[in-house]
Each structure stands twice: as C-alpha cells, then as structure tokens.
C-alpha cells in the first residue's frame, strides 16, 4: 500500500496540506489540486489510486468532475464535503462516488477510510489476475461474467460502477442469503459503516435501476425488512463455471 498515489481535490489550502500531511506519513505519494478541469487533466495522466474530492470547487463542481472521470476509470473516489445534506451525499453517490466523508472530520479517520478502499482495490485485483478462470452467474435473463466484469440483462449489456459490481457478485454468489447492512457494508467498502449505511443503500438503490425489470418491484434484489438485502433466487436459476 505504501507508494500508492492519492490524488487530493479541494480548493481549501489549509484543508488540502493537512490531507497530505497525514497521508505522506503513511506512505503515500499526494498529488493535489484545487482546479476541477486539472483534477480531470491528472486523473487521467497520474493513474492515481484513489482520488480524495471535495464537492466545492471554484470551477467545475466535484459532482461534474467525478461524472468526467468515471467516464474512463473506476478509481475509488471519497467524496469530502462541508455539505451534510443527504441529497448532496445521493448525488455525490449517483454520479460514481464510493463514498463520503463530511467537514469537520478526523484525518485518522480519513486515513482509516483511504486504506481500507485501497485495500479492498488491492484484493480484488489480485484476486483477478491469479485465476486462471471464473464463473459465469446466470440468473433468470441475468448474465454475471466476473473474469469479463460484465452484466447482461435480457441480452442488454449494463455498465456498474466497480462497488455495484462488487455488490451484486457478493449478493448472487450467495443467493437467498440475507445480509444484514452493516455486514454488507463491511463486505464491500471494506470498513465499518458506523451506522450510517446511506452510501449502500444509494449503491442498491443504482443497481436496481439498472438490472431490474421494475425497480419499484424488483426481480432480483430483494429489501428483508429488518435485516438488509438478499438476492433471489428462482428456481430454474443457475450457477455456471467456466
């Protein structure tokens, strides 16, 4: 994890030198800005492995530059804000956000937050290339190609984020399985929620919409009342591995 590049978006100085303060002495290696169209230009020349963005910038807004750089990565990217206000925290999330902190916060605790993310990167990518095949998950018109990293619905490719795939692999390789919101959670952010489970609840919310026939109803991913979330499983269903 140490040399990993973090990429710190925010037009606070005082803000921005104590990110890469207590980054630095972690390891990492801290590229920052405070320009919404440079933090686009570095995104894509630095390869950073994680972007650390505050919504407000003096340019283009976070919510912009985050949609710009999902267009061509998935890097893990935390939201930082001054703003509370849930509908800012669900967009921040529905533009591509893995998830969000708000000022004032505790570096420690933003600390905590980018290693468990880089972790969780780390994992997956190691897990990907040492396979030297995967399974193919196919439920009722819904095709799961993990080597590929696609999703097809009635035929139809999807495009997810990295943490909607991530969700929906946990939730159909463990069909009819309820997960309770803190345990899901801590499966895919790789971190303790600490009772706040918006950002999932955002990220099932994106992922209904996109793989359900009637997000209003869904097919595959259902709500256990109490509890947190299972995927359903129908018999006729299958699990393939090629």
Partial sequence: ?????????????????????YMER????????????????????LKPDLIILDISLKTLDGFEVCTRIRASS??????????????DIIHGLNVGGDDYITKPFSPSQLVARVKAHLRRQNVFEQQRAEREY??????????????????????????LSAKEFELLVR???????AFALNE????????DSMG?????????????????????????????RGVG????????SSHVQR
């Fill in 26 to 45: 972690e390891g990492f290696i801290v590229h920052s800005t405070d320009n919404g169209e440079e933090a686009i230009t570095l995104a894509d020349a």
């Fill in 1 to 21: 994890m140490n040399g990993s590049k973090i990429l710190v978006v925010d037009d606070e100085p005082d803000i921005t030198e104590l990110i890469a303060l």
């Fill in 196 to 224: 706040d489970t918006r950002t999932l609840m955002v990220h099932i919310s994106n992922l209904r919409k996109k793989i359900e026939p009637n997000p209003a109803n869904p097919l595959y991913i259902l709500t256990v």
């Fill in 74 to 87: 998935e890097v893990p990217i935390l939201f930082i804000s001054c703003k509370s206000d849930d509908m």
């Fill in 171 to 177: 939730l159909a390789k463990s069909p009819n399985r």
């Fill in 134 to 159: 995967e399974e193919v998950l196919s439920y009722d018109g819904l095709i799961i190609d993990l080597l590929a990293r696609t999703v097809h619905v009635q035929g139809k490719e999807v495009f």
């Fill in 184 to 191: 899901l959670y801590m499966i895919v952010w790789g971190h």
């Fill in 229 to 236: 979330y299972k995927f359903n499983f129908k018999e006729g």
